[in-house]
C-alpha cells in the first residue's frame, strides 16, 4: 500500500496516528468504569444505562467549563445545537443562568455524580 495520494500522505496514516490514540483514551476510560461500576455475581441491575451515563458526564462537562456550551460542545466533540437538544432532553441546564436543575440533579446521583446544593 502506497502512503502517496496525489502528492500527500494518503488520509489512512493520519487516520491511524488518531486511532491509536483513541484507542489509548478508550482503555483508560474502560478501566475506570470497571473500577466506578463492579459488577458481582452477575449482578447487572446495579450498572447506570447509557442515558444516565450520558446526563451525568455532560452535567461534569458543563461543570468544568463553567456552564460555556461552546467550550462544553468541543470537549464533547458535538456541535453546540444537537448540546442544546441533549440539554433540553436531559433538563440539564437553565439556558438563562446556566444552574442545575432539580430533575439533573437527581438524574446526576443515579451514576455518582456530585451535585452541589447552591446550584440547585
Same mark, same amino acid.
Given at each position: 500500500m502506497t502512503t @502517496? &495520494?496525489?502528492?500527500?500522505?494518503?488520509?489512512g496514516? @493520519?487516520?491511524?496516528a488518531?486511532? /491509536?490514540?483513541q484507542?489509548? =483514551?478508550?482503555k483508560?476510560i474502560?478501566a475506570r468504569l470497571?473500577?466506578a461500576?463492579?459488577?458481582s455475581?452477575?449482578? &447487572?441491575s446495579?450498572?447506570? *444505562? $447509557?442515558? $444516565?451515563? +450520558?446526563?451525568a &458526564?455532560?452535567g461534569?462537562?458543563? @461543570?468544568a467549563?463553567g456552564?460555556n =456550551?461552546t =467550550? %462544553? $460542545? +468541543?470537549?464533547?466533540?458535538?456541535d453546540r445545537? *444537537?448540546l442544546h437538544?441533549?440539554?433540553?432532553r436531559y433538563?440539564? /441546564?437553565d439556558? %438563562? *443562568?446556566?444552574q442545575?436543575? %432539580?430533575a439533573s $440533579?437527581a438524574?446526576? %446521583? @443515579?451514576?455518582g &455524580?456530585?451535585?452541589?446544593?447552591a446550584?440547585?
Open positions: @502517496e &495520494y496525489w502528492g500527500r500522505e494518503s488520509p496514516v @493520519e487516520r491511524n488518531v486511532d /491509536a490514540s484507542q489509548d =483514551k478508550n483508560d474502560t470497571t473500577t461500576f463492579p459488577v455475581g452477575g449482578d &447487572y446495579t450498572l447506570p *444505562t $447509557a442515558a $444516565a451515563m +450520558e446526563r &458526564y455532560i461534569r462537562v458543563l @461543570e467549563t456552564y =456550551k =467550550k %462544553a $460542545a +468541543e470537549v464533547l466533540d458535538l445545537r *444537537t437538544r441533549k440539554l433540553k433538563e440539564l /441546564a439556558r %438563562a *443562568t446556566g442545575q436543575t %432539580a $440533579a438524574g446526576s %446521583a @443515579e451514576v &455524580y456530585k451535585v452541589d446544593s446550584s440547585e
